[in-house]
């Protein structure tokens, strides 16, 4: 088995691989921007193959300069920005429209009617979100609603959904895997972060096939092997990225918080291993899942 870690950080502007050493000092970084589509006021999308293409070169580049070769890769770990949703055709792999991105307001609307509705409290109980355009739920909605043929195609099971870490999974392993982590299920509106299994009744209300939805495994997991790296490397750990940076500022105590500036500015508190709800519409979250057990933030 190798002795080096290989990160993938795909984020909202840019993609960045680190390559860490024995004693977990990095010993390369590559990093590549990604560009962003404003199509219409209030819209953001990415490309997906944009996504694939600069995760894939910063991930060979970050091992060419560390001078380290796949067979001495112990496993890669990816974390993402999340809610931003993709949705591909299983057969070709190919994306059906642009990825809509976390920043996203496109469905504003059809939130302020679930609001309006009285929905939001089920929503929070079940997935310690809010009605907000903000998470996944809405936005693969509209994608079903406005590709055409592409309800149907998933009702058929033709298409997949997945978060960033999910596409990137699937395109890694060569579409043998279609997996995400709980972290990043959580972040849909259609988890129930509590039984930790996807939710029927979001599904229902949101109107999502359940065909197209991923494996949800632990965040450290055998997500399967890529042969895109010279050789045969496993994939062993997935998360969203502020769940990720909640795990590398070392909070791993009920009590503990870090905040994050990138694109934007993220706090999480750890809350331990039961999900404390807000009453003033701060978000519940899971932190991570390791073998089983569930830790839980406030976002």
Known sequence: MGNVLLALDQGTT???????GPELLPLAVAQQELPQHFPAPGWVEHEPEDIWQGSLAVLRQAMASAGVEARQVAGIGITNQRETVVLWDRASG???HRAIVWQDRRTAAACARLRETGQEAVISARTGLLADPYFSATKLAWLLDHVPGARAQAERGELAFGTVDCFLLWRLTGGRVHATDASNAARTLLFDITRGCWDAEMLRL????AAILPEVRDCAAEFGTTTLL????????????QQA???GQACFAPGMLKSTYGTGCFALLNTGEVPVFSKHRLL??????LDGKRTYALE
């Open 94 to 96: 190919r994306a059906v």
């Open 245 to 247: 940076a909640t795990l």
């Open 284 to 289: 519940t979250t899971i932190a991570w899942q």
């Open 206 to 209: 949101f109107n999502i096939p």
């Open 14 to 20: 840019s993609t960045r691989a680190i390559v860490f």
């Open 230 to 241: 010279g050789g045969t490397v496993p994939i062993r750990g997935m998360a969203g990225d």
